[in-house]
């Protein structure tokens, strides 16, 4: 018999598929976390429900629900790209989930895409019910969609960066921890239901270079002020997607 007729050839599938297949497993996953959905889903309707109907925060002039709902959007992206997506990698790696990937035909950069995807698909369900909720409470969004696309795709683009490379060079505890602080501090102090000007002015404008900062504040300039596209804000999220995203390509570990 001739080399080559044998059926079938077992070789690694193409790269698309491979990746198409690891966003799929890892969207199933996250959405089977009940830890996962209160930190992705429920905290952030949670907020948006309560600061609109309480003034915790004295926001000025305005509807309440207009100030509110693009930070609560930016808050979501940073709960599933950054915390969630940090804990859950980082105890990946220690029970050795990753490693076993590691030995895969799937690429370091596939594994990172397919959880970017995953997390995206996630983000369409938050913002889905975010806007349902926000509607629900008088929002009155303006702004091109094509300008929150942005703004949300760098958003992302940025947290998953972040996130992976904590996950993936810190022991799976101090991810945890560390994760966890890093929300509250942003909830707080990165423009999400506190103004930014509510600050003092020495910290404004170190505070206006966060990933958080830039993304909510890109967002309420379109939705609520209905801005054209926010270059600068926009300019501040690829840089920290390059280099969040470079730098967990870099250095990430499986083990």
Known sequence: MSAGTFTPAPAAAPLWRMIGAQTALETRM?????EQLLLTVVIPTLLLVLFSSVEVVELGGGARVDFLTPGILALAVLSTAF????????FERRYGVLKRLGVSPLPRW??????????LAVEALQALLLTAVALALGWSPHGSPLAVALLLLLGTAAFSGLGLLLAGTVRA?????AANLVFILLLVGGGVVVPLDRFPEAAQGALGLLP???LSGGLRDVLQHGAAIPWGD?????????AGLGAAAAFFKWE
């Open 110 to 119: 596939g594994l990172m895409a397919a959880k970017t995807g995953s997390v």
């Open 234 to 242: 926009l300019g501040v999220l690829g840089v920290w997607a390059v």
């Open 83 to 90: 915390t969630g997506q940090a804990i859950a990698t980082g």
């Open 212 to 214: 958080i900062a830039a």
């Open 173 to 177: 505890e101090a991810t945890l921890a």
């Open 30 to 34: 996250l959405l089977r976390n009940g």
